[in-house]
Each structure stands twice: as structure tokens, then as C-alpha cells.
């Protein structure tokens, strides 16, 4: 089965920088679409940056010019580079993938458990 295992949220000022990981394992034929989204205290999940799999992206407006969404297919991973945070960046951070675990399966929607990060001021 499937899993996926998010590393590198926590703590850190405002105006400083943070790289989320996201890998994928287990047996995998593909992986499209990949996404972060967060969730803030009493917000709903949100959109942050998607990638697809020929390498296209799309970043919410409050983080445009300030996060990098990138993946790298050997390893069936994806980073969010997350530069300039500010306070309103606190948050959950969740990695999204849609996979296709063999040729004839149909793409699953993948959830990690989530990454707290948060900026302080």
C-alpha cells in the first residue's frame, strides 16, 4: 500500500525560510498530479502549490514569488521550498498525490499525515 511521509515542518522567524519533503512509497506505477495544501487553526484546507506530472505548477496568490513546488519522479518525492514566511504562513502543511499503483489501476488520491509549521514574529 501506498504511503506518504512528509519531513521538514517546525518552527522558525519570520523572513526565514523552510523546505517541506513529501516521498511516496510502496508500489507505484505512477505518480500525476502532486500538491501541498495547509489547513490554518479554524480555516479550511486550502491550496497551496500543485505540480503535474510534466512538470507544470500552480500557487496560490498569497504565495507567489515566495514557494517553489518542485518533485523529483526517481524518487517519487516532492518539495515545497518555502521562502520570506510570515506569520500568516502557520499552519498544517499537507502533501496530496495522485497515484496509479499499476498499469490498470485507477489514480488514488493520497493524503500524508501533515507538517506543523509555524512563523513566528
Known amino acids: 500500500q501506498v504511503q506518504l511521509v512528509e519531513s521538514g515542518g517546525g518552527l522558525v522567524q519570520a523572513g526565514g525560510s523552510l523546505r517541506l519533503s513529501c516521498a511516496a512509497s510502496?508500489?507505484?506505477?505512477?505518480?500525476?498530479?502532486m500538491g501541498w495544501y495547509r489547513q490554518a487553526p479554524g480555516k479550511q484546507r486550502e491550496l497551496v502549490a500543485a505540480?503535474?506530472?510534466?512538470?507544470?505548477?500552480n500557487y496560490a496568490d498569497s504565495v507567489k514569488g515566495r514557494f517553489t513546488i518542485s518533485r523529483d519522479n526517481a524518487k517519487n518525492t516532492v518539495y515545497l521550498q518555502m521562502n520570506s514566511l510570515r506569520t500568516e504562513d502557520t499552519a498544517v502543511y499537507y502533501c496530496?498525490?495522485?497515484?496509479?499503483?499499476?498499469?490498470?489501476?485507477?489514480?488514488?488520491?493520497?493524503w500524508g499525515q501533515g507538517t506543523l509549521v509555524t512563523v513566528s514574529s
Open positions: 510502496g508500489i507505484i506505477w505512477s505518480i500525476n498530479n
Open positions: 505540480i503535474t506530472s510534466g512538470g507544470g505548477t
Open positions: 496530496n498525490c495522485n497515484v496509479q499503483e499499476r498499469w490498470y489501476s485507477a489514480n488514488r488520491e493520497l
